[in-house]
């Protein structure tokens, strides 16, 4: 993936609000270190800077962030010396970069931030950051699973100076993100529709966030259709509390997989022992992976990794209904084309409803 980092910059809205309100939105994306080390390279100190890049904590999952367990305690630690050239890449004779949202966090906010407080706007400013995807491992990116649907998300305003350094169990998505510049500006919605009928944001404003915690803060939605073009897979799915339901609408075909997971060495390993009969010493093989069942719903009390799937027991029939039905009222909400799929096609002539295929699903 291309290393970047996109910055967009709303100017001021004076002709709404008594004084200049600017935003600035950074989306960062795999090897944002990459803007670091361009910087070095400009200012001429390329060959005679020793760079030493760690993390300031573990993964943000329970056992990890705020433990000392191994998810915990574990981080990355990179060192890239102009001197030892031959250990560049780990061994290889090239230089290579370090790939991860969390390089942008430590040292690339760090440069955006400093521009933003020289140029006189860091106190009028609301800061959005957050990363495009999950981790690029198997259960990952290009998956609505929790390790590929986790992203960071950091809110800072002048005006709520008493949230600064907090943390909050609220669950919230990318979607919350236009509802909050919205707000931010005291600009409204526009109203306006589609052929599938009126717009709707269905997020919502995480200012309030910042004055107090929030109470019902409990569900959240997501969705995909693919990653590349040859990876078309449409996916779903509802959080709400504990409970993850998702629905793998094509899922009797297997799971795509991009070009990046496949020649990384952890899914490397994977087909190397699954074709050799050898243990792969993952929780789930990859026929399981590649074959999902259409409904999937996980229990991240008790089950934070997400490997076992409680739908087609009894005793969660009910959450099960109530989050489908959550989750087929957003989709009408969206004007998702697949609300209807697999089992019908979705018809709207005259009014939208969904007409049997009678495909056996």
């Known amino acids: 993936m291309l290393s970047r980092i996109v910055l967009i910059i709303l100017a001021s809205c004076s002709a709404v609000v008594s004084k200049r309100r600017n935003v600035l939105l950074i989306i960062a994306d ?103 995807n999950g981790v690029p491992f198997p259960n990952g990116r290009t998956n609505l699973y929790g390790p590929g649907a986790a992203e960071p998300l950091l809110l800072s305003s002048p005006e709520h100076r008493g949230r600064w350094g907090g943390a909050s169990p609220a669950l919230v998505s990318l979607l919350d993100i236009t509802p909050t510049i919205l707000d931010w500006l005291s600009v409204p919605f526009p109203a306006h529709s589609l052929p599938g009928g009126p717009v709707l944001l269905t997020g919502r404003s995480l200012l309030p966030a910042l004055v107090s915690e929030p109470r019902d803060w409990t569900t959240v939605y997501s969705s995909q259709s693919l990653h590349e073009v040859t990876m078309y897979y449409p996916m779903r799915s509802v959080r709400r509390g504990p409970f993850h339901l998702l629905q793998n609408l094509n899922f009797l075909m297997p799971f795509p997989i991009d070009q990046d997971l496949f020649v990384s060495p952890t899914f490397q390993d994977l087909l190397n022992r699954t074709r050799g ?37 009894a005793s969660h029939r009910g959450v099960l209904q109530d989050l489908r039905q ?20 979705l018809e709207n002539r005259l009014e939208p409803q969904c007409r049997p295929l009678y495909n056996g699903l």
């Open 277 to 313: 009969g050898r243990p792969t010493h993952w929780f789930k093989g990859l026929h399981q992976y590649y074959y999902r069942e259409r409904w999937e719903l996980f229990d991240t009390r008790t089950d934070p990794l997400e490997t076992e799937n409680l739908a087609a027991l």
């Open 326 to 345: 959550r989750l087929q009222k957003w989709q009408w909400a969206t004007a998702d084309p697949w609300v209807c799929g697999p089992g019908h096609v």
């Open 30 to 132: 795999d090897a944002g270190i990459g803007l670091v080390l361009g910087e070095l390279r400009a200012a001429g100190y390329e060959n005679d800077t020793l760079v030493i890049y760690s993390s300031d904590n573990g993964v943000p999952f329970p056992n990890g962030r705020t433990n000392l367990y191994g998810p915990g305690a574990a981080e990355p630690l990179l060192l890239s010396s102009p001197e030892h050239r031959g250990r560049w890449g780990g061994g290889q004779p090239r230089p290579r970069q370090p790939a991860g949202p969390a390089l942008v966090s430590l040292l690339g906010i760090g440069l955006v931030l400093g521009e933003l407080r020289a140029a006189g706007y860091e106190n009028d400013t609301l800061v959005i950051y957050s990363s495009d």
